[in-house]
């Protein structure tokens, strides 16, 4: 899996042309969907291209139809699907107290409460039921998966570079006959 771009923040990424005067799809990340506009700045991944949106309307929650200067036709829209747009992490305000940005969890340190190693956070996932830290194990091997909620994961300090993994207890897959 690749990391995000050093000092940057994905804010979006775009999708399938949209009709043939140029619009594309765009799927934005920002709480308020429409926000994505307001950001002057907007690169992709590597930071090498700029892009400037002249216009956005909603396709559904979080899907937006854009009209991205220097864009005129449906080739030149097709050309933009999956591009994903960035903007420096300086330009973003400070998250308010138990809010983080995604970019500033990957590689935080895993550990137990009594500081014994677990991994290193790779991935923020969300599959719809809420969001999931995905650890690479310090061992090696396959992904560990927890919930990002203040039980499980009752300490995210960013400035020290961890957050603490209070793993939930198993749940036995067998029926209480009692």
């Known amino acids: 899996m690749k990391g995000p ?5 994905l804010l979006g990424r775009f999708g399938a042309a949209h009709g043939v005067r140029g619009e ?16 002057d700045g907007l690169t992709d991944k590597s930071g ?4 400037r949106l002249r216009a956005l309307r909603r396709q559904g929650k979080d ?6 200067e220097g864009v005129d036709d449906r080739a030149g829209a097709e050309a933009l699907n999956r591009i994903e747009l960035y903007v420096a992490r300086e330009m973003l305000p400070a998250p308010e107290e ?9 590689g935080l340190r895993a550990e137990t409460p009594d500081g014994e190693a677990i991994g290193v956070v790779v991935a923020v996932r969300n599959f719809g039921a809420g969001d999931i830290l995905e650890i690479a194990p310090a061992a090696g091997g396959e ?13 995210v300090d960013i400035a020290q570079g961890r957050v ?11 029926p209480d006959l009692h």
């Open 63 to 68: 899907m937006l139809v854009a009209q991205v």
């Open 5 to 9: 771009a050093k000092g940057r923040v």
């Open 24 to 39: 594309v799809r765009l799927q934005s990340f920002t709480s308020d969907p429409l926000a994505i506009a307001a950001y």
């Open 48 to 51: 090498t291209r700029n892009f």
């Open 98 to 106: 138990d809010e983080f940005y995604i970019a500033d969890l990957i």
């Open 143 to 155: 992904s560990l998966l927890y919930p990002f909620t203040g039980a499980v994961v009752p300490v």
């Open 164 to 174: 603490v993994i209070t793993p939930p207890a198993e749940v036995s897959a067998e």
